[in-house]
């Protein structure tokens, strides 16, 4: 899963780097973050400088806080990057986006990793990296939604709340034990975690995502 130091495919990140950023966090988890690629700001840091995928600087305190606001914390998920260097400028002062050459090179780690933690759902951070995960990979059943990038958010703060909120939404939709466990076999006598209605008035209805949990006064749950 990791890449080794030694990897020289994108000549004009290796000149600039200052290291490979790996995936981080819990490898059990259903829960994948995916970002772009390491940033960094010459002043606060970022994933260049501290090796951890949104940490160091204003995008990671604000995934952070949105991780906080939903009751998780990093050891709870595991994120990663589409890209796993840093592209900049030759002066090594400013971020750019990874090219399409770039992001060729690394997408086969991205695969590996979402085959070795096998998510329930993976999310995708911008529109770049929903743009190029993959919808499936053999062996291994996900669902893939798209958030807002936390760096876009830095820049429009009003739009933080119904972020955090979205997220919220579809990791509870997602990765519920209710959604996960259910079957017309197992689906014990609870309250619905979408709906709060219970066993009987839901049932189960198979599509071509899988089972889904179906309320019959609510409509889709999970």
Not at 48 to 53: A, E, M, N, V
Not at 123 to 152: A, D, M, N, R, S
Not at 166 to 183: A, E, F, P
Request: aromatic letters at 10%.
């Amino acid at each position: 899963m990791k890449i080794p130091e030694s990897c020289e495919e994108c000549k004009e990140i290796v000149k600039t780097r200052s290291r490979i950023v790996n995936g981080y966090g819990n490898e059990n988890s259903k829960i994948m973050f995916i970002g772009i690629c390491p940033g960094n700001h010459m002043l606060r840091g970022g994933a260049d400088s501290t090796g951890i995928p949104f940490k160091g600087d204003m995008s990671g305190r604000i995934f952070e806080r949105m991780l906080e606001l939903n009751e998780l914390q990093r050891d709870d998920v595991y994120t990663t990057n589409l890209v796993k260097c840093r592209p900049s400028d030759k002066s090594r002062m400013y971020n750019r986006p990874p090219t399409e050459d770039e992001i060729s090179n690394c997408i086969k780690y991205v695969k590996e990793e979402i085959k070795h933690i096998k998510p329930k759902l993976v999310i995708c951070l911008g529109k770049i990296v929903y743009q190029h995960v993959p919808e499936e990979i053999e062996g291994c059943k996900y669902i893939k939604v798209y958030h807002w990038h936390p760096g876009f958010l830095a820049r429009e703060q009003h739009l933080l709340t119904p972020w955090v909120k979205n997220i919220k939404k579809d990791i509870i939709k997602w990765t519920s034990k209710l959604y996960l466990q259910s079957s017309v076999e197992d689906f014990e006598q609870k309250h619905c975690e979408a709906c709060s209605c219970t066993e009987d008035k839901h049932y189960i209805k198979k599509e071509s995502t899988g089972e889904h949990l179906y309320c019959k006064e609510h409509g889709f749950c999970f």
